[in-house]
T-cell receptor, first 113, second 115 residues
């Protein structure tokens, strides 16, 4: 089955700096890679996603890159703000909407004002 | 606004009690829903896939008699933790697939504390 690894487990950055979180996956059949942000006491919230036919996707301060050959994908947050502080999870999923999502272990991001 | 509603958000009860958690999809139908368990500072662990009109599919190591799942309608799945004990205390989260996008919409979770 699919296995998703994520690094680093914790990350502290100064406000305004960039943050990068990296993930790897094992199953070459996975073709959908969402990123979730989870605030304390809340459920995960989808912030950006990418499909395997695309190498990069950007949405304002957030970007995701995918290297399908190496089975790597990364989240980039630029101009970080204190409200970006949360736990971020990468995930991988195979073909259909009804397949289960496999989550990485998470990265706790702290943005220091 | 929220597209998946989970209720209750917090439950505190005595050991031996059975607890039911509801997960509703708002404004869309969900033939499949997923139930996760999350320990403090840990990732989400998939417990089971809830299938409307049929039996749930449980992940390896999850006791189906302990965690009863019912998906009786296209907008509601329930998870019942039967005869709960302190070790069942955890954060339980449900999700439903997005509208063909591949993404999942998550509820806000239920914090279960068994005394």
């Amino acid at each position: 089955g699919e296995n998703v690894e994520q690094h680093p487990s914790t990350l502290s950055v100064q406000e305004g700096d960039s943050a990068v979180i990296k993930c790897t996956y094992s199953d070459s059949a996975s073709n959908y890679f969402p990123w979730y942000k989870q605030e304390l006491g809340k459920g995960p919230q989808l912030i950006i996603d990418i499909r395997s036919n695309v190498g990069e996707k950007k949405d304002q301060r957030i970007a995701v890159t995918l290297n399908k050959t190496a089975k790597h994908f990364s989240l980039h947050i630029t101009e970080t703000q204190p409200e970006d502080s949360a736990v971020y999870f990468c995930a991988a999923k195979a073909q259909t909407s009804y397949d289960k999502v496999i989550f990485g272990p998470g990265t706790s991001l702290s943005v220091i004002p | 606004g929220a597209v998946v509603s989970q209720h209750p958000s917090r439950v505190i009860c005595k050991s031996g009690t059975s607890v039911k958690i509801e997960c509703r999809s708002l404004d869309f139908q969900a033939t499949t829903m997923f139930w996760y368990r999350q320990f403090p500072k840990k990732s989400l662990m998939l417990m089971a896939t809830s299938n409307e009109g049929s039996k749930a599919t449980y992940e390896q190591g999850v006791e189906k008699d302990k965690f009863l799942i019912n998906h009786a309608s296209l907008t509601l799945s329930t998870l019942t933790v039967t005869s709960a004990h302190p070790e069942d205390s955890s954060f339980y989260i449900c999700s439903a697939p997005g509208h063909g996008t591949g993404g999942q919409h998550f509820g806000d979770g239920t914090r279960l504390s068994i005394l």
